[in-house]
């Protein structure tokens, strides 16, 4: 109280480690005290320090991207309908509506209360409605939400698991490409592809799966998938230099690096052999498509 604000040359203190990279869209602010920090940090290497104002400006911003953060926040009831109406659009590929909500979810609110939830969800970009008299489906940011969020982890059943073990037990390995791209298809009801590492090898299964989803009934969405599925091959080899060992990358909707498939979800995968040779695995399918099922699935090939 009564106190003087420091001056600028005055007693100083730590600061957090200082990125340029971090200074983009940052307020004029912060991005000076960023500036003033790096030139010390330059100048005084480890040992740099900044003021205790400039620290205050990167502490103050901090807190209200925190707070931001904490407000674009879904709360519990928003969480719990965007993921009932998310499972089931992927089920049933039909606009959910307020009445279906109430009917599955049986939660202790009124019909209002979810019409509300479901405008709100509209509002912050989750969910949309195509007709005004519709109901709602997901949008990408909605999918991607619930693929972050929402989804437990599962295994493959009994029976997948069998598959997976005969398409492992081949030996030769342009064999198994083979039976594995098959195999991996199948389980997940979606089109998919694989190769090998260093090597022209690559193969496709599940045209058939995926043209007989409702969102490829239309001819000229079908022959664009087409398309994208006759180059594949050169394209999604752009994209193995950023996979990981441990880590599948899922790409939804206009997410996708590659743009012939932006109206797609794709999960991509490396995988290994027991005796050694090494791939990548990319299952696609309508972003409505079973995230669930397919990220298991890709669970079970890296361990």
Not at 41 to 53: C, F, I, P, Q
Not at 187 to 192: E, L, P, S
Request: proline fraction near 5%.
């Amino acid at each position: 109280m009564g106190g003087k604000c420091p001056k600028r040359g005055g007693r100083e203190t730590g600061a957090p480690p200082i990125r340029a990279e971090n200074t983009e869209g940052l307020p004029p602010n912060a991005r000076v005290a960023f500036a003033h920090a790096a030139t010390l940090k330059r100048r005084g290497g480890r040992k740099a320090r900044v003021s205790t104002l400039d620290t205050g400006l990167l502490i103050a911003y901090n807190v209200l991207r925190l707070y931001e953060n904490i407000r674009n926040m879904l709360q519990e009831r928003q969480q719990v309908i965007l993921g009932a109406v998310i499972r089931e659009y992927i089920a049933s590929a039909r606009p959910i509506a307020s009445a279906d909500l109430c009917r599955i979810l049986d939660m202790a609110v009124s019909p209002a209360t979810v019409r509300n939830e479901l405008l709100k969800l509209d509002e912050q970009g989750y969910l949309a409605q195509p007709h005004t008299s519709a109901g709602r489906i997901p949008t990408d940011k909605g999918y991607r939400f619930f693929v972050d969020h929402l989804l437990d982890d599962e295994n493959l059943d009994i029976d997948e698991e069998i598959m997976m073990r005969r398409a492992y037990a081949v030996r030769d390995a342009d064999e198994f490409v083979r039976a594995f791209t098959k195999t991996i298809s199948q389980i997940a009801g979606a089109f998919a592809a694989a190769g090998m590492e260093d090597d022209e090898r690559f193969y496709e299964s599940g045209f058939s799966e995926i043209l007989g989803e409702p969102e490829f009934a239309d001819q000229k969405r079908a022959q664009r998938f087409g398309k994208f599925a006759d180059i594949l091959d050169e394209d999604i080899r752009t994209l193995l230099p950023h996979l990981t060992e441990k880590d599948e990358q899922i790409f939804i909707g206009a997410e996708n690096p590659l743009k012939s498939a932006r109206g797609c979800a794709m999960i991509l995968a490396s995988w290994e052999h027991p005796r050694g040779f090494r791939g990548y695995i990319s299952i696609v399918g309508p972003t409505r498509t079973d995230y669930q099922k397919h990220k298991a699935i890709m669970r079970r090939i890296r361990n």
